[in-house]
């Protein structure tokens, strides 16, 4: 089964330190460490999406990870929102981490200010005149100063993001969505704006008021905690 498969993957390791070992995926280890201590303790079925370079995730349902077939799952940046969308090193185009992601964020501000710079977007003081160095944290700052070019090009990601997880929300019927990883430090300005998102239409209105959609808790400890606890729980 699929906790066989976790064990068997590090048999090298643990035959060498003759002590029990295993290994997950880090988006599995993180919804896991959520679900049991922190953002979704208590939630029947959680999701957890990880906003970062890309989109990783994790889900948990009645206490445990969800793994799917192969142990390929929760894949959730690679769900297609543009079918005629940016091409992904995955092969699709249009894959909710190429708009929704920190990284997409600042790809999609240097983008825009590279073909036509608006003098008065306070990003270009922040790059130093350079749009090479945006990242997602300058335009999350732009977004709290009023920047109106911040703001458009922090919505349309929030736009993307609201859609995949009202996906996710109708696929799923979580009790609890909760985002983590870098992104999810811009706190209410993206918080606030997916929930709008949401709440046009994005997902059916009876599993949508079943799901909360809230920070994780556990920040940068998240992977450790969880790691603890699948390897708990494969033990016993």
Not at 55 to 78: L, P
Not at 98 to 112: D, G, I, P
Not at 157 to 178: D, E, H, Q
Request: proline content about 5%; some cysteine.
């Amino acid at each position: 089964g699929s906790e066989m498969c976790i064990r068997d993957s590090c048999s090298p390791v643990r035959n060498a330190l003759k002590l029990p070992c295993f290994a997950d995926n880090d988006g599995n280890v993180a919804a896991m460490a959520e679900a049991w201590i922190g953002a979704g303790r208590n939630e029947k079925a959680v999701l957890m999406l990880t906003l970062g370079t890309g989109i990783g995730g994790g889900i948990i349902i009645d206490g445990k990870v969800y793994r799917g077939a192969t142990n390929f799952v929760a894949e959730f940046g690679h769900m297609s929102v543009e079918v005629e969308g940016r091409i992904c090193p995955c092969g699709n185009r249009g894959c909710l981490e190429r708009y929704a992601s920190a990284s997409a964020v600042a790809n999609t501000a240097r983008e825009r200010l590279s073909v036509i710079p608006p003098p008065e977007s306070s990003l270009m003081e922040k790059c130093g005149g350079e749009p090479a160095n945006i990242t997602a944290k300058m335009v999350c700052d732009a977004v709290r100063e009023g920047d109106a070019f911040a703001t458009e090009v922090f919505d349309q990601a929030c736009l993307y993001l609201g859609v995949g997880i009202g996906n996710l929300i109708n696929l799923f019927n979580p009790s609890c969505v909760i985002l983590g990883g870098g992104m999810s430090l811009a706190g209410e300005i993206l918080f606030q704006r997916v929930r709008k998102v949401l709440n046009m239409g994005r997902a059916y209105p009876p599993i949508l008021a079943a799901a909360k959609v809230v920070p994780a808790q556990l920040g940068d400890d998240s992977g450790v905690i969880g790691a603890a606890k699948v390897a708990l729980a494969a033990i016993s």
